[in-house]
């Protein structure tokens, strides 16, 4: 059997044990520390947002300071693109607010702006509020059509804070993908574009917001000799440990993206020729997506079941994926409102995730290519 080729794996620098090393040495074996100072320092050079930089223990836990850092509260409506993975939502949730799910539009597979208006005008007829936040999502590494988001998040003065957990290291018209939005949320998690075991990072309009937010993550302990609280606070922080690896990460982060795009580029050359599939492209010049997945999408009238093309690549031992199934369409959203069309669904029907990982060799996206061209060829 060939060796496995997985969708996206860990990828290390091999210099992440010289900040571990450091932070057993001085014992700063803990959350916070000199690790967590750099490594924001680092995100914040890299993303062009000195002091607005929050590291914290997950992209979840980023989102939902961010949320709060937005004033939800209870019972507010919060609009959330329905193609993504759940943590984008799970926030909303947490906080007793309500998601309204909004449908993307096929360009980006993104958040859909004439849907996005539609839903803020008819929340307002509904409940006589405009909804509290807007959350897009940069899926897959994708940016999001953000200038239309942007404007109509403006026309209504709704805040918006972006879901850039897959989307470190991409671009939109020349900026980096969260800090498009008041806030930004990145995540560390093993399988994404960098990786410190576990962790994420809240991007904050300002260095004010940054020192409010790593307050709320530090348990909202008020500056006294005792424990004195007057706010609810969140335990949030990243380790030191963790921002060691982090710091490791950052050193190699410019070269991960690019073989990302590499890999994107190769799979694209590789599938031309296929007639009925398409390798997702950025749509224009404004679009420069870290594809931190190359994501395929077939022909609707070939009526391909992904679940088969992902077991014949399962066959030859290559790990592919379903596309995120829209929260529209999660039993566990079942009562949450939903406005667009079938867009979502279509996309989650008819596409799959290719093995993107940075440590991927060309052979494995050959292999990955050539197992996709042999489905394509037998269906005939
Ligand atoms: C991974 C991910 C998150 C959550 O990040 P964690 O660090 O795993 O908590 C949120 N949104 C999207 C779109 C993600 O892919």
Not at 3 to 15: A, C, D, K, Q, V
Not at 285 to 304: E, P, V, Y
Request: proline letters at 6%; hydrophobic letters at 35%; one cysteine or more.
């Amino acid at each position: 059997m060939s060796s496995r080729i997985f969708l996206s794996f860990p990828h290390l620098s091999g210099n992440e044990m010289k900040w571990i090393d450091k932070a057993f040495q001085d014992n700063w074996v803990v959350p916070l520390g000199p690790n967590v100072d750099e490594f924001e320092r680092l995100l914040g050079s890299y993303l062009g947002k000195d002091n607005t930089v929050v590291a914290l223990s997950a992209g979840t836990a980023a989102l939902h300071l961010g949320l709060v850092m937005l004033g939800i509260k209870a019972e507010d409506e919060v609009i959330c693109q329905s193609l993504t993975f759940s943590a984008s939502a799970n926030p909303i949730a947490y906080l007793g607010a309500k998601p309204v799910f909004v449908d993307s539009e096929p360009d980006t597979w993104n958040m859909s702006p004439e849907a996005l208006e539609e839903a803020i005008i008819d929340r307002k007829k509904v409940t006589g509020q405009y909804p509290k936040a807007i959350i897009p999502v940069h899926l897959y590494g994708m940016p999001a059509k953000m200038n239309e988001i942007m404007d109509i998040a403006n026309k209504y003065g709704i805040p918006v804070l972006e879901d850039a957990a897959e989307a470190l290291g991409s671009e939109y018209k020349g900026e980096r993908c969260g800090t498009l939005g008041k806030y930004g949320a990145l995540s560390f998690n093993g399988n994404k574009i960098i990786t410190t075991s576990g962790g994420g990072a809240l991007i904050c309009p300002g260095p004010d917001e940054a020192k409010r937010t790593k307050f709320l993550a530090t348990q909202a302990k008020e500056p006294m000799p005792y424990y004195y609280h007057k706010e609810i606070g969140y335990n949030y922080r990243l380790s030191n440990i963790s921002a060691g690896i982090g710091c490791g990460q950052m050193q190699v982060l410019s070269e991960h993206v690019a073989r990302r795009r590499a890999i994107h580029d190769l799979y694209t050359k590789l599938l031309e020729g296929v007639k009925g599939i398409h390798v997702m492209q950025n749509p224009s010049k404004d679009f420069n997506s870290n594809f931190w997945l190359t994501t395929i999408s077939f022909d609707r009238q070939l009526n391909i079941n992904p679940e088969d093309l992902r077991l014949a690549l399962e066959e030859k031992n290559i790990e592919s994926r379903w596309i995120w199934r829209p929260m529209h369409m999660q039993p566990v959203f079942n009562n949450a409102p939903y406005y667009g069309g079938n867009c979502a669904e279509d996309i989650y029907n008819n596409g799959l995730c290719l093995p993107s990982g940075s440590n991927l060799t060309d052979d494995d996206i050959q292999r990955t290519a050539d197992a996709i061209i042999d489905f394509f060829t037998q269906r005939k």
